[in-house]
């Protein structure tokens, strides 16, 4: 009866923070695909079919805790038209969340004539625009309650749609983006049994590659999320990568720290140790959240693994 009791109540609790930060992947920028987090980023190397899946799982310390898979695909279709999908499930206790993306994107190079180095990508602005359909559904047969009418327990599926918004940059190692995600199509619905809509979110990114010899360049950057429910959270981000072998494999490492902040102040949420490795076309990831909030140090820590692979663009006029 406790377990039930204490699933009953992991579950009301993601719900409320599902409604505060909207998708569950939107924080895993820097290991996983960043066209989940932005559209335009489907298909920006024309040369590659790219294809990601990640998996995560959180609050180790918690029975049933969260856990998120995502598979994605992307590449440039015709001209420098892209386009690209992914899939994603999460499972949260009784709670479960399972969707689609479809995205379009399109590259425009900045400097055609620029002659670049051997381990540096493309000067482009990009643009896209995509569409999230997902259904969250709660396993209401599985809870045990003193009143099966519960009011709470009433419609236990959602199916909710959604569109994105996004543009990037890339320009003489200097890098950003901004993203609007979460849009509602229609009048947007709540989470669960009216507890709170999902709120829209507007993601900013700046970074520049600072390059210290022909084998190592560090990445700093620095990202805003601001959501529509007035949350606010601040990332800075320090990437090092060391080459090796031909163009951009080698591992990366580096750190990413969290910051809330809202009316009452700051809080930091976590610090996540990252590392990543490119051998050939295969691409692998790790990062390690180390919770620095009250919930998080009880709740337990957090870890997410990616694994990808570059296939040759079939649409590429010179694929072979």
């Given at each position: 009866?406790?377990?039930?009791?204490?699933?009953?109540?992991?579950?009301?609790?993601?719900?409320?923070?599902?409604?505060?930060?909207?998708?569950?992947?939107?924080?895993h920028y820097l290991v996983?695909?960043?066209?989940?987090?932005?559209?335009?980023?489907?298909?920006?190397?024309?040369?590659?079919?790219?294809?990601?899946?990640?998996?995560?799982?959180?609050?180790?310390?918690?029975?049933?805790?969260?856990?998120?898979?995502?598979?994605?695909?992307?590449?440039?279709?015709?001209?420098?038209?892209?386009?690209?999908?992914?899939?994603?499930?999460?499972?949260?206790?009784?709670?479960?969340?399972?969707?689609?993306?479809?995205?379009?994107?399109?590259?425009?190079?900045?400097?055609?004539?620029?002659?670049?180095?051997?381990?540096?990508?493309?000067?482009?602005?990009?643009?896209?625009?995509?569409?999230?359909?997902?259904?969250?559904?709660?396993?209401?047969?599985?809870?045990?309650?003193?009143?099966?009418?519960?009011?709470?327990?009433?419609?236990?599926?959602?199916?909710?749609?959604?569109?994105?918004?996004?543009?990037?940059?890339?320009?003489?190692?200097?890098?950003?983006?901004?993203?609007?995600?979460?849009?509602?199509?229609?009048?947007?619905?709540?989470?669960?049994?009216?507890?709170?809509?999902?709120?829209?979110?507007?993601?900013?990114?700046?970074?520049?590659?600072i390059y210290v010899s022909?084998?190592?360049?560090?990445?700093?950057?620095?990202?805003?999320?601001?959501?529509?429910?007035?949350?606010?959270?601040?990332?800075?981000?320090?990437?090092?990568?060391?080459?090796?072998?031909?163009?951009?494999?080698?591992?990366?490492?580096?750190?990413?720290?969290?910051?809330?902040?809202?009316?009452?102040?700051?809080?930091?949420?976590?610090?996540?140790?990252?590392?990543?490795?490119?051998?050939?076309?295969?691409?692998?990831?790790?990062?390690?959240d180390i919770g620095l909030?009250?919930?998080?140090?009880?709740?337990?820590?957090?870890?997410?693994?990616?694994?990808?692979?570059?296939?040759?663009?079939?649409?590429?006029?010179?694929?072979?």
């Amino acid at each position: 009866m406790r377990r039930n009791l204490f699933t009953v109540i992991l579950v009301f609790v993601s719900v409320q923070l599902f409604s505060q930060e909207g998708m569950p992947f939107y924080n895993h920028y820097l290991v996983s695909d960043p066209y989940l987090i932005n559209p335009s980023y489907a298909g920006q190397d024309p040369e590659i079919l790219s294809l990601t899946a990640t998996h995560r799982n959180q609050w180790s310390n918690l029975p049933e805790s969260p856990n998120t898979q995502t598979l994605s695909v992307h590449a440039t279709v015709v001209d420098r038209l892209a386009f690209g999908v992914y899939l994603f499930n999460d499972q949260n206790g009784l709670s479960s969340l399972r969707g689609i993306n479809a995205s379009a994107a399109y590259h425009i190079p900045i400097n055609p004539r620029r002659e670049y180095r051997d381990d540096e990508q493309e000067d482009l602005f990009s643009f896209g625009l995509s569409y999230n359909f997902f259904q969250q559904k709660l396993d209401k047969d599985r809870v045990i309650v003193n009143d099966p009418n519960d009011p709470l327990l009433d419609d236990p599926t959602y199916n909710l749609n959604y569109f994105n918004l996004g543009a990037s940059f890339r320009y003489f190692g200097a890098f950003g983006g901004v993203a609007v995600n979460n849009i509602p199509l229609i009048d947007n619905e709540a989470v669960a049994n009216g507890v709170e809509p999902i709120p829209t979110w507007y993601n900013f990114l700046v970074g520049y590659q600072i390059y210290v010899s022909d084998k190592i360049h560090i990445d700093p950057s620095v990202v805003m999320n601001l959501g529509s429910n007035s949350a606010r959270k601040f990332d800075l981000n320090l990437m090092t990568h060391f080459s090796f072998g031909d163009f951009q494999q080698g591992v990366d490492l580096g750190v990413s720290y969290r910051q809330d902040i809202d009316k009452n102040g700051s809080q930091g949420l976590s610090i996540s140790p990252v590392m990543k490795l490119k051998i050939g076309e295969l691409k692998l990831g790790m990062s390690y959240d180390i919770g620095l909030s009250d919930i998080a140090k009880e709740a337990g820590n957090g870890i997410l693994f990616s694994l990808g692979y570059n296939f040759g663009n079939p649409f590429d006029p010179d694929f072979r």
